[in-house]
């Protein structure tokens, strides 16, 4: 049955994975992931780590638009200080790209409202806490590949998803 499973990209610090910012996990509770892994062969990644950023390592964000701005040239992903970490947060998402694509992924789980996987909403680069409409940049560069992207927040809507499809 394993190998009949479908792949799921999912945030390593959803799986309890301390890659964070700030050094943190963002572990799901036990029967979460439990169910998630009775119904997908789980993909573990974190784009900002992948695209060579240290943990712990600043606090991130967009800066003049969201996800889909950044691959446009449009916006850049900015620490407080001034440090242009576009270049970073880009390429992590080609390698998760590279990664889904690799297992066959066609839905991803992703840390909501984070530059790099927010689905929903971003924080909206004044480093105030303020969340506006929006997706991360490896969110965006996921959904033009037609993966389908959920948050935490939808990890029900996902598994009801998953229960339709067997």
């Given at each position: 049955m394993s190998?009949n499973?479908?792949a799921l990209?999912?945030s390593?610090?959803l799986?309890?994975?301390a890659?964070?910012?700030?050094?943190q996990?963002k572990?799901?509770a036990?029967?979460?992931?439990a169910?998630?892994?009775?119904?997908?062969?789980?993909i573990?990644?974190c784009?900002?780590c992948?695209?060579?950023l240290?943990?712990?390592?600043?606090?991130?964000?967009?800066?003049?638009?969201?996800?889909s701005d950044?691959?446009?040239?449009k916006?850049?992903?900015?620490t407080?200080d001034?440090?242009?970490?576009t270049?970073?947060?880009t390429?992590?998402?080609?390698?998760?790209l590279?990664?889904a694509?690799q297992h066959?992924?066609?839905?991803a789980?992703?840390?909501?409202?984070?530059p790099?996987?927010?689905n929903?909403?971003?924080?909206?680069g004044?480093?105030t806490g303020?969340l506006?409409?929006g997706?991360?940049?490896?969110?965006?560069?996921?959904r033009?590949?037609?993966?389908?992207?959920?948050?935490?927040?939808?990890?029900?809507?996902?598994?009801?998803?998953a229960?339709?499809k067997t």
């Amino acid at each position: 049955m394993s190998t009949n499973k479908p792949a799921l990209l999912i945030s390593a610090c959803l799986l309890g994975e301390a890659v964070r910012y700030d050094g943190q996990a963002k572990g799901q509770a036990p029967d979460q992931l439990a169910a998630l892994a009775e119904r997908f062969r789980l993909i573990p990644t974190c784009p900002e780590c992948a695209g060579g950023l240290p943990v712990p390592r600043p606090a991130a964000e967009i800066s003049g638009g969201d996800g889909s701005d950044v691959w446009q040239g449009k916006a850049k992903v900015m620490t407080a200080d001034g440090q242009d970490l576009t270049t970073a947060f880009t390429n992590g998402a080609e390698h998760s790209l590279g990664l889904a694509q690799q297992h066959g992924c066609q839905l991803a789980l992703l840390k909501a409202n984070s530059p790099s996987c927010g689905n929903r909403h971003i924080y909206d680069g004044s480093f105030t806490g303020q969340l506006q409409p929006g997706e991360g940049v490896s969110s965006n560069l996921l959904r033009q590949h037609t993966i389908r992207i959920f948050n935490e927040e939808e990890i029900s809507s996902l598994l009801e998803l998953a229960a339709r499809k067997t």
